[in-house]
C-alpha cells in the first residue's frame, strides 16, 4: 500500500487460495490489458475471458500472453466449454487448452443440460490437465434451484476435484443466487454456507450491492467474480474500508 493506515483488516496476498478477485474480460484489446494489468495486477487472482470471446478475439495468443507477463492465469469462459461439449468436441477442448496454455478450466452446465454424474466425470478428467473451477446454478432465472440441492451439487463437485465452485449469476448479476432485481438470495447463500466451506466458494458478484453484502457477510477475503477490469480499485477499496459503504466495517468503535 502507498502509506500507513491503522485498522485497516488483513489482505490474503498473492498468490491467493482465499480473498480472490476474478476479472471478467469481455474484448479487452491488447493495449488494454496491459493498462489494465499495470493499475489492478496486485489486485488479480484470475480473469475470465467471458463466455465464447475467445472463439472471436483477434490475436487470441497475443492477449493470452500478455496476462501470463503478469502471471495471472486465465481461463475460457464456461460457456465456450459448454459449446465443445454439446458438439460432441469434449477432447478437442482439451486440446485448445493445451494449444493455448490454458490450465485453467472452467466446468458449467448453465446453457445446457448435463446429468450430474457426467458433469462430475468432467471434472475429473479435466483435473488431469489443470486447474478445474465449476459452477452451479442455471442462466434460466425461471430455473429455480432449492438450497439442499445447491448444496449436494456443489459438494459433489468439490469431491470430484474441483478447486473452487462459482456461484452462478451471470455476467449481469440477475440469476442464480440472485432474483431478477440483483436482490441476493439471502436464505440460500446462508445455508449454503452452513455446508460448504466458504473459502471453497466463488460468488460471481458483478453488481456493487452484491458485492457488499458478501464483504459484510464473510469478510474482506471472500472470494468474489465476475468483476469488471474497471472496478478492480474500487472493489479492493471497498475490501479494505476505504470506500463509504464500508468505511466503519474495520474501526474500533471505541
Known amino acids: 500500500?502507498?502509506?500507513?493506515?491503522?485498522?485497516?483488516?488483513?489482505?490474503?496476498?498473492?498468490?491467493?487460495?482465499?480473498?480472490?478477485?476474478?476479472?471478467?474480460?469481455?474484448?479487452?484489446?491488447?493495449?488494454?490489458?496491459?493498462?489494465?494489468?499495470?493499475?489492478?495486477?496486485?489486485?488479480?487472482?484470475?480473469?475470465?475471458?467471458?463466455?465464447?470471446?475467445?472463439?472471436?478475439?483477434?490475436?487470441?495468443?497475443?492477449?493470452?500472453?500478455?496476462?501470463?507477463?503478469?502471471?495471472?492465469?486465465?481461463?475460457?469462459?464456461?460457456?465456450?466449454?459448454?459449446?465443445?461439449?454439446?458438439?460432441n468436441q469434449f477432447n478437442d477442448y482439451i486440446?485448445?487448452?493445451?494449444?493455448?496454455?490454458?490450465?485453467?478450466?472452467?466446468?458449467?452446465?448453465?446453457?445446457?443440460?448435463?446429468?450430474?454424474?457426467?458433469?462430475?466425470?468432467?471434472?475429473?478428467?479435466?483435473?488431469?490437465?489443470?486447474?478445474?473451477?465449476?459452477?452451479?446454478?442455471?442462466?434460466?432465472?425461471?430455473?429455480?434451484?432449492?438450497p439442499y440441492k445447491w448444496i449436494e451439487l456443489m459438494r459433489a463437485e468439490l469431491e470430484a476435484g474441483s478447486s473452487y465452485v462459482i456461484a452462478e449469476a451471470r455476467e449481469a448479476g440477475n440469476v442464480g443466487i440472485y432474483r431478477g432485481s440483483g436482490e441476493v438470495r439471502e436464505g440460500l447463500v446462508q445455508e449454503i454456507l452452513t455446508q460448504i466451506p466458504e473459502e471453497k466458494i466463488l460468488w460471481e458478484a458483478p453488481q456493487k450491492a452484491q458485492q457488499l453484502y458478501f464483504l459484510e457477510l464473510i469478510g474482506c477475503n471472500v472470494n468474489l467474480g465476475n468483476i469488471a477490469p474497471q472496478e478492480v480499485i474500487a472493489l479492493e477499496a471497498m475490501r479494505v474500508g476505504l470506500r463509504g459503504d464500508t468505511f466503519e466495517l474495520y474501526l474500533d468503535k471505541a
Not at 502507498?2 to 493495449?31: E, H
Not at 493445451?98 to 485453467?104: I, M, N, P, S
Not at 488431469?128 to 429455480?144: F, N, P, R, Y
Open 95 to 146: 486440446a485448445v487448452c493445451k494449444d493455448y496454455g490454458v490450465d485453467y478450466m472452467e466446468v458449467s452446465d448453465g446453457s445446457i443440460t448435463i446429468p450430474h454424474a457426467e458433469k462430475c466425470g468432467y471434472i475429473e478428467k479435466l483435473t488431469q490437465h489443470g486447474t478445474v473451477l465449476s459452477e452451479v446454478g442455471s442462466k434460466d432465472a425461471a430455473h429455480i434451484i432449492p
Open 1 to 87: 500500500m502507498n502509506f500507513n493506515l491503522t485498522q485497516i483488516p488483513a489482505r490474503t496476498q498473492q498468490p491467493r487460495n482465499s480473498g480472490i478477485t476474478m476479472v471478467m474480460d469481455k474484448g479487452l484489446s491488447i493495449t488494454e490489458v496491459h493498462n489494465f494489468m499495470s493499475v489492478s495486477g496486485p489486485h488479480v487472482d484470475i480473469v475470465k475471458l467471458g463466455f465464447g470471446t475467445s472463439f472471436v478475439t483477434p490475436k487470441l495468443r497475443e492477449k493470452i500472453e500478455a496476462y501470463k507477463s503478469y502471471n495471472v492465469p486465465i481461463y475460457f469462459g464456461g460457456t465456450l466449454f459448454e459449446a465443445f461439449l454439446v458438439r
